[in-house]
């Protein structure tokens, strides 16, 4: 299993970025699709979720800003942030809990990251 993230760049604050990751492999099933960032120094924290039902959650400090969606033919999650700060500054990458075939369990995978600059 391969997750492809892409997306990331240089934007001024107030613009908007749209982040991309893609599963491939041998994926029978896919549950929960979501996106962490993560600054020098400190811990990676989850960013936007979205399960296989279409639920989804946000951190406080992305809320109303990000969105995020799957597109479950595709084995793909988005991020669409608009309104970008500078403090959302990070490399920020996409995990997949998913299930492959010949397994019963569900593992997370992760994708490599994707570098989010904003400047002021």
């Known amino acids: 299993v391969q997750l492809q993230a892409s997306g990331g760049g240089l934007v001024q604050a107030g613009g908007s970025l749209r982040l991309s990751c893609v599963a491939s492999?041998?994926?029978?099933?896919?549950?929960?699709m979501g996106w962490y960032r993560q600054v020098p120094g400190k811990q990676r924290e989850l960013v936007a979720a979205?399960?296989?039902?279409?639920?989804?959650n946000y951190a406080g400090s992305v809320e109303g800003r990000f969105t995020i969606s799957r597109d479950n033919a595709k084995n793909t999650v988005l991020l669409q942030m608009n309104n970008l700060k500078p403090e959302d500054t990070a490399v920020y990458y996409c995990?997949?809990?998913?299930?492959?075939?010949?397994?019963?369990?569900?593992?997370?995978?992760w994708g490599q990251g994707t570098q989010v600059t904003v400047s002021s």
């Open positions: 995990q997949i809990n998913l299930q492959t075939y010949g397994r019963t369990w569900y593992t997370n995978y």
């Open positions: 492999g041998n994926i029978f099933s896919i549950n929960v």
């Open positions: 979205v399960t296989s039902s279409g639920s989804t």
